[in-house]
């Protein structure tokens, strides 16, 4: 059974870049039928999907995070990363990472999640 | 304010029949891309509730069902328990943004 963990400094300065990581067990990050999404939460708010990866390294990303973001995979090491540059206050949340089967298939497996706090 | 539309609240009473609805636009639900649910229960991530407009993953109750017309979709949770409280989320994909777009989110109560 695929299990999604992510890690990260719970604390970022403004200014500064957030970087995150999703380790995948259970399962091969290449299995090729997925894309790996990462998604954020502020709190008492919803959802936003922040971007996703295929195993090929394709990537999409959300317009009006699209120039701050970089997701990446790293097959060796079972982990996709999420990296999100000159952050302030409005990038305070919870970020999560989830399977995506696409299309049809939606989130079918979620992280946790970790909570990121930027500080002034 | 979210790509798709969903009402803050419902509520109703234990055993009661509840709907969620979630309107879109053309260039997502009304464009044919399928659309998913999402139950998040109070500090814990949110988990796939509704594939494929009425598809439910193992596990799930058959008290939750989806469907999708036009431009909108609607969860339907039939016989209300406390334990169905939590924040319901639809999602689908959008071609003008060319990625995920998630509703608002609707907090459902159990009265």
């Known amino acids: 059974q695929v299990q999604l963990q992510e890690s990260g400094p719970g604390l970022v300065k403004a200014s500064q870049t957030l970087s995150l990581t999703c380790t995948v067990s259970g399962g091969s990050i290449s299995s090729g039928r997925y894309y790996w999404s990462w998604i954020r939460q502020p709190a008492g708010k919803g959802l936003e999907w922040i971007g996703r990866?295929?195993?090929?390294?394709?990537?999409s990303y959300n317009p009006s995070l699209k120039s701050r973001v970089t997701i990446s995979v790293d097959t060796s090491n079972n982990r996709l990363s999420l990296n999100l540059s000159s952050v302030t206050a409005a990038d305070t949340a919870a970020y999560y990472c989830?399977?995506?089967?696409?299309?049809?298939?939606?989130?079918?497996?979620w992280g946790q999640g970790t909570t990121v706090t930027v500080s002034s | 304010q979210s790509v798709l539309t969903q009402p803050p609240s419902v509520s109703g009473a234990p055993g009661q029949r509840v709907s969620i609805s979630c309107t879109g636009s053309?260039?997502?639900?009304?464009?044919?891309?399928?659309v998913h649910w999402y139950q998040q229960l109070p500090g814990t991530a949110p988990k796939l509730l509704i594939y494929g407009n009425n598809n439910r993953p193992s596990g799930v109750p058959d008290r939750f069902s989806g469907s999708r017309s036009g431009t909108s979709a609607s969860l339907v949770i039939a016989g209300l328990q406390a334990d169905f409280e939590a924040d319901y989320y639809c999602?689908?994909?959008?071609?003008?943004?060319?990625?995920?777009?998630f509703g608002g989110g609707t907090k459902v109560t159990v009265l």
């Open positions: 989830a399977r995506d089967g696409n299309y049809y298939y939606g989130m079918d497996v």
């Open positions: 990866i295929y195993t090929s390294g394709s990537t």
């Open positions: 999602q689908s994909y959008d071609s003008s943004l060319s990625g995920w777009v």
């Open positions: 053309s260039s997502n639900i009304g464009a044919g891309y399928d």
